[in-house]
């Protein structure tokens, strides 16, 4: 499965962005797919999990961002969302897209995208 996110950008304490991240390949094969973020001096290991969705539309959101963010997806058009509202300046990050598949085989990542939000 590849990846690609888009609609990261600059944005003011309190206002909103919307993340997309498009699936090719086989993307029916997703069981499990969801949000990662990477603040300044860490590494994807361990960067944060914001939010994933399962097959079955079950959702969950880390603490940070729950009740602020809300992910969904377009399953005719292989899309994952993430709309994030009410931004705060720790929310600043670059944003990956993740992937897993039903069975055997690995991770998928998208290549990020940034966030910045100003105080």
């Known amino acids: 499965v590849q990846l690609e996110e888009s609609g990261g950008g600059v944005v003011q304490a309190g206002g909103s962005l919307r993340l997309s991240c498009a699936a090719s390949g086989r993307a029916d094969s997703i069981h499990t797919t969801g949000w990662f973020r990477q603040r300044p001096g860490q590494t994807r290991e361990t960067s944060e999990i914001?939010?994933?969705?399962?097959?079955?539309?079950?959702?969950s959101y880390g603490d940070s961002v729950d009740g602020r963010f809300t992910i969904s997806r377009d399953i005719a058009k292989n899309t994952l969302y993430l709309q994030m509202n009410r931004l705060k300046p720790e929310d600043t990050a670059v944003y990956y897209c993740?992937?897993?598949?039903?069975?055997?085989?690995?991770?998928?990542w998208g290549q990020g995208t940034q966030v910045t939000v100003s105080p």
């Open positions: 993740y992937a897993d598949p039903q069975g055997a085989g690995g991770r998928s």
């Open positions: 914001v939010s994933y969705i399962t097959w079955n539309g079950a959702t």
